[in-house]
């Protein structure tokens, strides 16, 4: 009698074993889905983070250019005024002197 228990359990293994490999093959398969989703989830994360801390640089390198054009507007704007101011008191004086 346990040669025929035997020989069914060795039988039910060879019967089960295509049953086996699909179910091994579906928990690979959703295992595998799962890794990939989590790969994805972190590195949509990471890529985010990343563009978040570019945009701020850029935004501070965007500041820092706008206060060195202002800070040589207002050169160039003292520079023009000490040149006109000269010019244009001398242009009265003449104006006035040959009144």
């Known amino acids: 009698m346990s040669a025929v228990t ?3 359990a060795e039988a039910a293994k060879e019967t089960d074993k295509p049953e086996a490999a699909q179910v091994a ?3 690979h ?4 889905e799962k ?3 989590q790969v994805l989830e972190t ?3 990471q890529v985010t983070e990343a563009v978040q801390e570019q945009r701020a640089e850029a935004e501070k390198l965007q500041e820092k250019v706008a206060e060195a054009i202002q800070k ?3 050169e160039v704007q003292n520079c023009l005024q000490s040149i006109y101011l000269p010019i244009s008191k ?3 004086e003449y104006s006035f002197a040959s009144v």
């Open 90 to 92: 001398s242009t009265r």
């Open 43 to 45: 590195v949509q994360q």
């Open 29 to 32: 398969e959703e295992v595998a």
């Open 72 to 74: 040589k507007a207002e």
């Open 25 to 27: 093959e579906e928990v």
């Open 6 to 8: 035997e020989v069914s």
């Open 35 to 37: 890794v990939v989703a």
